[in-house]
C-alpha cells in the first residue's frame, strides 16, 4: 500500500508540475489560459466523479448537478448576503454536501440502475426548480440566470478574469489539493472498503464493512468538493445560467472519465485536459462539434475500455511484484 | 369543475396508455438484459421525425403507411445498435456502466443529429383522425380515442408475441434465467438484440403517436426517458405489470399535477413519488430484487 501511494503521489507530482509550468508558455495569451483553467474545474469535477462512480462503485449521474448547485449557491450567498466570495464557496460546499447526503440516503437503499435514476433525477429537476418561481425566489434570476458576481477575494487581493495567471494559480491549488484529498481516500482503508464493497457487497458487510457508512460520506466528501470548485467557476466566470445542465456538458464529462479511464484515478486529470483541449478545437464546427462529442464517446467505449491509464499499462506490463504501475 | 376533473382523467388516461406503451418498452431491456438504454428517448424523437419526413417529403398522408414504413426502420436499426454498441461490451467486467456511457452518447449523437437535420424548430404532424365526439359538455377528440386504441392495442399485440410466439417465448426464458435459457439451446445474444429492437420500436411508434399532440424536437426525448424511467422504476424494473400499473397511476398524477399546479410542477411532483415509494420499497411496486 505504500509503495502504492508514493508511486500515485509521485504520478500526480509530475502532472501537476507540467500544468504547473504551463503559464510560461502559455501566460500572456489569454484564450489558452482561460482553456487552461477550465481543464483545472474539471479535472476536479471529473476526479470526484470517478472516485464515486469508478472506485466506490455507485451509479451517481449527479455530479454536473452539486457543480450548478455549488455555484448558484455560492453566487447567492455572497450577493445576497454579502459574505466575501471565499467563504461563500465553503458555504457553497457545504450547501452541495448537504444536498449530496440528502440525495445519497435514498440510495443507499437502491441498486445500480436505481440509484442512476435518482441522481439523474436531481440533475433533471435542478432545471425547472432554478428557472421556477421556487428558483426566482432565492435569486436565481429564473431563466435569465445571474448575471453579475463579484469576483474572488482573497485576504484583500482581488482575482481578476482578465489577468488569468493568478487565477490559474489559485485553480492549481485546488486542484493539487482535491487530487491529493482523492487519492488519500482512495488509497486509505476507505478505499480498500469500496473495493470489497463494490467486489461483493454482502462479503463485506459480513466481515464487518458498514456499507451505509462509506456510501454516505463518498456522497457527502464528492458533492462537497465538486459544490465548492462549482462555487470558484461562479466567481471566475461571473454570470451563471441553466445552460450548464444541458446533456453537452454532461458528456463532455463523460467523455474526461472514458478517456482517462474509470476508476483509474489520476487518469480524470490527463483525460480532462485532452477532452477540453480537443473540444476546444471542435468548437468551430457549431451543430456538429456535439455530433462529433457523441461519436467520440461511442468510440472511445468501443476501443479504450480502461483510457489512456488503461492503455499504457497495457504497453508497459505490470511489474513483477504483480502491482500494477498506476492503480 | 366536474367537468374539467372528467377532462383531466381523460387526459391522464390517454397519457397513461402512451406511457405504458414506452415503459413497458424499457423494462423489457432492462427485465432481459439489465442494460440500461440512455437512448430511449432519442429513439422517441426519432419516430416523430420519421413520421414527419414521410409526411412532407414523401407527402403520404396515411397513418397506416407511415406505421408500415417506420416500424421495420426502427426494428431494424434498433437490433444493429444493439448488436454493434451493446453487445461487444457484455464481456466486460464493467459492462452496465459502459452501457449507460455508450447509450448516453448516442443519445447526443442523435439529438444533434435531428439538429443538424431537421432543424431546431418544432414539426407538427397532422392529426390522425379530424373530429371529436361531444356528448353533452364534454368533448372528446378522436384523436385521442385512436391513440389510445392504438396504444393499448400496441402492448395486447406485445403480450401476445410473449406468450404465443417463440421468439416471446424465449424472451420471457432468457429474463427468468439466463444461464438456463443459454442451456436448453436459446440464442441469448439474438434475444437481447431482438428485445432491444423490440423496444425501439415501442417508443418510435410512441414517438409517432404522441407528436401529433406535442411536437417533435430534437430535445424532446429527455422529458420522455425521464418519465418512462420513473415509471419503470415506480412500477419494478423489469416487471411489465408493474410498469402498466405505474404508467396510468403516473399519468393521472401528471393530468391533475399539471392542471392544478401548473406543467412545472409535474416533474417535481413525479419524483416526489418516486423516492417515498422507492424509500419504502425499493424494488418498486411489483419489482423483483436481483
Redesign the interface.
Known amino acids: 500500500m505504500d509503495m502504492d501511494w508514493k508511486r500515485n503521489s509521485q504520478l500526480l507530482m509530475i502532472i501537476f508540475g507540467i500544468i504547473g509550468i504551463m503559464p510560461l508558455f502559455f501566460g500572456s495569451t489569454n484564450f489558452i489560459m482561460h482553456i487552461l483553467i477550465m481543464c483545472l474545474i474539471w479535472s476536479v469535477v471529473a476526479s470526484c466523479w470517478d472516485l464515486i462512480m469508478g472506485f466506490a462503485g455507485i451509479f451517481s449521474f449527479g455530479q454536473v448537478a452539486f457543480f450548478v448547485i455549488g455555484s448558484y449557491a455560492s453566487a447567492i450567498i455572497s450577493a445576497k448576503f454579502s459574505v466575501p466570495p471565499i467563504f461563500a464557496v465553503i458555504l457553497a460546499g457545504f450547501v452541495a454536501g448537504f444536498l449530496g447526503v440528502l440525495v445519497g440516503l435514498p440510495c443507499l437503499k437502491l441498486k445500480g440502475a436505481y440509484i442512476a435514476l435518482v441522481t439523474f433525477a436531481v440533475h433533471m429537476i435542478l432545471e425547472p426548480v432554478l428557472k421556477g418561481d421556487i428558483g426566482r425566489a432565492i435569486g436565481t434570476g429564473g431563466s435569465r440566470g445571474i448575471l453579475t458576481i463579484a469576483p474572488m477575494n482573497i485576504l484583500g487581493y482581488t482575482f481578476n478574469s482578465s489577468d488569468p495567471v493568478p487565477y490559474f494559480y489559485l485553480m492549481f491549488f485546488l486542484a493539487v489539493a482535491s487530487s491529493f484529498i482523492i487519492l488519500a481516500v482512495i488509497k486509505s482503508h476507505w478505499g480498500d472498503a469500496f473495493l470489497a464493497l463494490k467486489d461483493s457487497e454482502q462479503f463485506a458487510t459480513c466481515l464487518g464493512v458498514s456499507a451505509f457508512k462509506y456510501k454516505l460520506i463518498v456522497f457527502a466528501l464528492t458533492s462537497f468538493i465538486t459544490g465548492m470548485i462549482g462555487g470558484f467557476y461562479a466567481h471566475y466566470v461571473g454570470m451563471l445560467s441553466t445552460r450548464m445542465l444541458g446533456i453537452d456538458l454532461f458528456v463532455t464529462l463523460m467523455v474526461i472519465l472514458v478517456i482517462g479511464g474509470v476508476g483509474k484515478f489520476p487518469g480524470a486529470i490527463v483525460g480532462s485536459f485532452i477532452t477540453i483541449a480537443l473540444n476546444e478545437m471542435l468548437s468551430p464546427l457549431g451543430s456538429y462539434r456535439p455530433i462529433i462529442l457523441g461519436a467520440m464517446v461511442i468510440v472511445l467505449v468501443l476501443l479504450l475500455p480502461d483510457g489512456i491509464v488503461g492503455l499504457i499499462q497495457k504497453i508497459m506490463p505490470k511489474k513483477k511484484s504483480g502491482k500494477s504501475l498506476i492503480a | 369543475m366536474f367537468v374539467e376533473i372528467i377532462d383531466v382523467i381523460i387526459s391522464g388516461m390517454i397519457n397513461g396508455s402512451v406511457y405504458a406503451l414506452m415503459a413497458v418498452g424499457l423494462t423489457l431491456i432492462?427485465g432481459v438484459s439489465?442494460a440500461?438504454n440512455f437512448a430511449y428517448g432519442s429513439f422517441y424523437s426519432m419516430g416523430g421525425y420519421l413520421a414527419w419526413m414521410i409526411f412532407s417529403v414523401a407527402v403520404i398522408n396515411s397513418y397506416f403507411i407511415i406505421f408500415i414504413l417506420s416500424i421495420p426502420v426502427l426494428l431494424v436499426l434498433g437490433y444493429l445498435i444493439e448488436k454493434v454498441?451493446v453487445a461487444?461490451?457484455r464481456k466486460?467486467d464493467?459492462w452496465?456502466?459502459?452501457v449507460?456511457?455508450?447509450t448516453?452518447?448516442?443519445?447526443?449523437?442523435?439529438?444533434?443529429?435531428y439538429?443538424?437535420l431537421f432543424g431546431a424548430r418544432m414539426k407538427s404532424l397532422p392529426s390522425i383522425l379530424e373530429g371529436s365526439l361531444e356528448i353533452g359538455e364534454f368533448i372528446l377528440a378522436y384523436q385521442d380515442i385512436v391513440i389510445f386504441i392504438l396504444s393499448i392495442g400496441g402492448i395486447l399485440l406485445f403480450r401476445w408475441f410473449l406468450n404465443n410466439t417463440r421468439t416471446g417465448m424465449s424472451v420471457r426464458a432468457v429474463a427468468q434465467n439466463p444461464a438456463g435459457a443459454q442451456i436448453v439451446g436459446i440464442p441469448k445474444e439474438f434475444v437481447f438484440s431482438a428485445t432491444f429492437a423490440i423496444s425501439t420500436v415501442m417508443v418510435g411508434t410512441g414517438g409517432i403517436l404522441l407528436a401529433q399532440k406535442y411536437f417533435v424536437t430534437p430535445?424532446g426525448g429527455?422529458d420522455i426517458l425521464?418519465k418512462a424511467?420513473?415509471i419503470t422504476?415506480f412500477g419494478g424494473?423489469g416487471s411489465i405489470k408493474g410498469s402498466l400499473y405505474a404508467a396510468f397511476i403516473l399519468g393521472m398524477l401528471e393530468a391533475f399535477v399539471g392542471w392544478y399546479f401548473g406543467m412545472?410542477w409535474v416533474?417535481?411532483a413525479l419524483?416526489a413519488v418516486?423516492?417515498t415509494t422507492?424509500?419504502i420499497r425499493?424494488q418498486g411496486l411489483m419489482g423483483k430484487?436481483g
Open positions: 432492462y439489465k440500461f454498441l461487444p461490451l466486460r464493467d452496465e456502466i459502459k449507460m456511457m455508450i448516453l452518447g448516442l443519445a447526443l449523437l442523435l439529438d444533434n443529429s439538429q443538424v430535445t429527455w425521464v424511467w420513473v422504476a424494473m412545472t416533474l417535481i419524483f418516486l423516492l422507492l424509500a425499493p430484487w
